[in-house]
């Protein structure tokens, strides 16, 4: 099986400070895998750095054969916050259009909202496509953004914690989805989590990163160690802030 993210001794310095240090590890085509470890541990920043957001101090990280960012149309990512929720008068559809297009759309054609319509429905989401970000719960909101990380057909889905801010219906009710998700053998996901449940149930490997790589296997080898364990459920997610302007390192 082919990779779909290669990180290769990569470290990230940001404000001075560095963040990330010696780190790697792959993810192959297919592969669902669980990014655990500690609040401040660096998952959050791994996440943009591969999507070309975060320089490289050194290292190198490959996305599907290709550089961070090269392959942005192929990448699908569900971030921790979602700011343009409080910050824009916008609905559901406008917000999927706008991935597919990879711009904001002046208009949602009949087309582009059946089509972001299609995609709400395959996360249980399909009532949404009018609703306005603003109206919408947490367990709501967190269906339109995934929805739109699906929006190109991503062969590489990165998810920063998609548990954060839900109740426990909310979130047993998005471990589903998840689970569907991860039955699909084309595509290769990477899931920051503190859920244990989610862990054993989606990931086919687990990485624990705590700024170095402290494991990295299948989740029976990496919990096999007690202090692996600790490490990996220390924290928790955190709380999504609509209007946050900048994502926390998780």
């Not at 320089?55 to 961070?68: K, M, N, Q």
């Not at 953004?145 to 109740?167: H, N």
């Not at 998005?174 to 699909?184: C, D, N, T, V, W």
């Amino acid at each position: 099986m082919s990779l779909a993210l290669a990180v290769r001794d990569v470290t990230v310095e940001l404000g001075g400070r560095r963040v990330l240090e010696g780190v790697s590890f792959e993810v192959r085509r297919g592969e669902f895998a669980a990014l655990l470890g500690p609040n401040g541990g660096g998952k959050t920043t791994l996440l943009r750095a591969a999507l070309g957001l975060v320089p490289l101090r050194s290292g190198s990280i490959e996305v599907l054969g290709a550089g961070p960012g090269a392959a942005a149309a192929a990448v699908g990512y569900l971030p921790q916050t979602k700011a343009a929720g409080a910050s824009l008068p916008a609905r559901a559809a406008d917000v999927i259009v706008a991935a597919r297009r990879g711009a904001w759309p002046l208009r949602v054609g009949a087309a582009d909202r059946e089509r972001a319509r299609e995609l709400l429905a395959r996360v249980g989401g399909e009532r949404l496509v009018d609703s306005p970000l603003r109206g919408l719960s947490g367990g709501e909101l967190q269906r339109v953004y995934l929805a739109r990380a699906l929006a190109r057909d991503p062969a590489l889905l990165l998810l920063d914690e998609p548990f954060a801010g839900l109740d426990e219906r909310g979130r047993a009710e998005f471990l589903e989805l998840l689970s569907g998700i991860a039955e699909r053998s084309e595509l290769a996901a990477l899931l920051v989590t503190h859920s244990e449940a989610a862990v054993r149930r989606l990931a086919d490997r687990a990485v624990l990163l705590d700024r170095s790589l402290q494991a990295w296997g299948t989740p029976e080898l990496v919990f096999e160690r007690e202090t692996a364990r600790a490490a990996a459920w220390s924290g928790h997610d955190h709380e999504a802030s609509r209007d946050a302007r900048c994502e926390d390192d998780a």
